[in-house]
């Protein structure tokens, strides 16, 4: 057998066991599996072969392998449960994560010869799951690479110009590295310590990140690099050599002092252990410094498998056998909706976690943004659910209330006090979240029954039978996703069912009466959406006036002609476009991967499309006057609105114009930025450019 790129499919499978053994640190089993985790889908060889060749540890964990092969698949609920597959199976042996994300960095690494969709589903699929479990297991540099990776396919721009900037300026870096360690170096060594010290190079993802999120340019993304200081120190003098060292550091450099991170005393829940500090080097440049021992790179580099080696012999529950726990637990409660399910498991498993106090100093791990009223399902589902408030270090909050690390929480539970809709709002942990939705479930029941009565009277009003049959055609009717939202909204009387004497009865059956026609708006055609099959939604152009296809263009990224965008089939709204790095992306094509349309610009000229600048620059006399001058008198573009703040010689501005494409407002962008005093144009997508 090929693979796309024509090389011979053995090679995938020696890959993967090649990054399990180097990259992972996995062992002999582990790459005997690696090895084997195709077959069983894509040969005749059974499960069974497999396990009288190899055993029955073997045959489990390619089982646990060859069930997630397909993880990701036609229906989102399909995706989701496989999903929920790996988890099990992850639970019960974790080296079955570890290969399939070797698989999934393999295929990451080996993406070029796909389709442009296809690459970017992975690639969404990829940061949006992958790299978050990669990291929670502890493989920061393979979680690296998976999001350097998907960016190059999500962000390619933005990507190549990053990757050529850090080209250019590695020999200056390396100058800058080598003097900064130069002093460091000759303390250590005086000190007695036996030690390693390099700069590294921050990856492309995380940098990239760090200009979206500061809002600054390349040069002025300080941490560029960060150096490391490795120390060979004996398990008992570990702590205590780390916290030498950041003494030397900071006599020879001045710290930052809220940058300190210490994950010595309280390693993070995949096990990491270091020191981190960022202090003031030469030319006034910030640096950041990790201090850690050669035991602790290793857990970094190697995660869990470094993880159970060092783990041995120590009985003491640990960290990841907590959070398998956690997993487990959830995982148990059955009927959570899938597509949900996946979100729940991102915020409330894959997250940066917060440890908080009981009023007895138990200590408690929660993700981070976790609420009081979290808290208060984290000890017992039956004081989550009469929680009223919380004392946080003695004063009172309410169960909204967002817990910082180090908070000491006591809760305050009323035996009148039920669950509400809101309550799902204010929680994030995957826990409290099912266990409210059963709450309300068991609720809505009770309420739900008052509304059978009166809907079997109506029914028996127009001659209906009361059949489940006749009240999913009703409920359906009424955009419902179940009988027991039909009841509950009968009995609340938030539905009056005026509507059904339009109904036909035919021999005790319901028919809803025929839908009119309603469009959805920027449709140049009155005719619905054809029907998709696979062969149409190859290529969908749109764009055109003569266009036939119903569309409308996403709100929360405000696509133009000329930007990279998908369709994405809705329910009810034909087509909606979006960019491909619009904020939502990444869920969609992750979650919704098979309603994901390949879509491409007609060129046109005489549809005009409205998007949005934000400019900020410093405030002058008539700058104004020449924003609107570029505009409308030098580029004849239309303004739709124009709104400027000026505050202590600053001024921001916000300009909505219509443009036929991207090249039109490309070359707008430029010609601002030219104008004197102007510092950054940056488009933005907000809901508001509408």
């Not at 693979?3 to 990054?19: D, F, Q, T, V």
């Not at 910030?286 to 041995?312: D, S």
């Not at 059949?467 to 609340?492: M, R, V, W």
Request: glycine share 6%; charged share 30%; proline share 3%.
């Amino acid at each position: 057998m090929r693979r796309k790129s024509g090389e011979p499919y053995i090679l995938h499978p020696l890959a993967i066991a090649m990054i399990c053994v180097e990259e992972i640190g996995l062992g002999v089993r582990s790459t005997i599996c690696a090895l084997l985790h195709d077959t069983v889908e894509d040969t005749d060889i059974t499960l069974e072969d497999v396990e009288r060749e190899f055993g029955t540890e073997i045959a489990r964990i390619v089982d646990g392998l060859t069930k997630i092969a397909n993880v990701i698949d036609t229906n989102t609920s399909q995706q989701a449960e496989n999903f929920k597959k790996i988890l099990l199976t992850l639970t019960d042996d974790p080296r079955v994560i570890l290969i399939k994300l070797a698989d999934r960095l393999h295929n990451m690494r080996t993406l070029d010869f796909m389709k442009r969709e296809k690459q970017l589903k992975i690639s969404s699929e990829t940061v949006w799951v992958y790299a978050p479990l990669a990291h929670r297991m502890g493989l920061y540099n393979i979680k690296t690479e998976l999001e350097d990776l998907s960016m190059k396919y999500l962000e390619p721009e933005a990507y190549r110009d990053i990757a050529k900037r850090l080209a250019e300026t590695k020999r200056e870096r390396t100058r800058y590295i080598n003097e900064f360690i130069k002093p460091l170096r000759e303390k250590l060594q005086a000190g007695g310590f036996d030690f390693d010290i390099y700069g590294r190079p921050k990856s492309i993802h995380s940098i990239w990140s760090k200009i979206k999120k500061k809002g600054v340019a390349f040069d002025e993304v300080y941490d560029l690099f960060a150096i490391r200081v490795i120390l060979n120190s004996s398990p008992e003098k570990e702590k205590e050599d780390c916290w030498k060292v950041y003494s030397m550091i900071t006599d020879a450099y001045t710290p930052s002092p809220e940058r300190l991170r210490d994950w010595l005393s309280n390693p993070k829940s995949n096990g990491y252990e270091a020191l981190h500090t960022t202090v003031m080097g030469p030319y006034g440049k910030w640096v950041e410094v990790q201090i850690r021992t050669k035991r602790m790179n290793e857990i970094a580099e190697k995660g869990l498998a470094a993880h159970y080696k060092y783990k041995e012999g120590s009985n003491d529950e640990d960290r990841f056998d907590k959070w398998f726990g956690q997993i487990r637990e959830v995982l148990s409660a059955q009927d959570t909706d899938s597509v949900d399910f996946l979100q729940d498991f991102k915020t409330s498993f894959l997250s940066e976690e917060i440890y908080v106090y009981t009023p007895k100093g138990e200590v408690k791990m929660l993700p981070t943004g976790s609420t009081a009223l979290d808290f208060a399902f984290a000890i017992h589902s039956a004081i989550g659910c009469h929680c009223i408030g919380a004392k946080v270090h003695h004063k009172l909050v309410p169960i909204s209330h967002k817990l910082r690390s180090g908070d000491q929480v006591e809760i305050i539970t009323s035996n009148k006090q039920k669950p509400g809709e809101d309550w799902l709002g204010i929680v994030v942990t995957a826990k409290a979240k099912s266990k409210i939705k059963d709450a309300l479930r068991e609720e809505k029941r009770k309420v739900a029954d008052d509304g059978k009565y009166i809907l079997q009277r109506k029914f028996d009003g127009i001659g209906a039978t009361y059949t489940p049959g006749n009240i999913d055609e009703l409920a359906h009717f009424y955009k419902l996703s179940s009988q027991l939202d039909l009841l509950y909204k009968i009995a609340t009387k938030s539905i009056d069912l005026r509507e059904l004497k339009d109904f036909h009865v035919l021999g005790g059956r319901l028919e809803a009466p025929k839908p009119k026609l309603v469009v959805a708006e920027p449709v140049h055609d009155h005719t619905q959406p054809k029907a998709y099959n696979k062969k149409d939604s190859e290529l969908i152009i749109f764009g055109e006036s003569s266009d036939k296809i119903m569309y409308t263009l996403a709100k929360c990224c405000n696509p133009i002609p000329g930007d990279d965008v998908f369709g994405f089939v809705s329910t009810g709204k034909g087509l909606i476009i979006h960019r491909t790095n619009c904020p939502n992306a990444t869920r969609l094509m992750s979650n919704y991967g098979h309603r994901v349309v390949k879509t491409k610009w007609a060129k046109n000229k005489e549809i005009s499309f409205l998007t949005g600048l934000k400019i900020v620059g410093m405030d002058d006399v008539g700058v104004i006057n020449k924003i609107t001058n570029v505009i409308s008198g030098e580029l004849k573009v239309n303004i739709a609105a124009l709104t400027i703040e000026s505050r202590e010689g600053l001024f921001q501005g916000t300009v909505k114009v219509f443009v036929h494409d991207k090249e039109e407002l490309e070359e707008l962008v430029e010609r601002l930025k030219e104008l004197n005093g102007i510092q950054t144009v940056d488009r933005f997508d907000t809901e508001d450019t509408q």
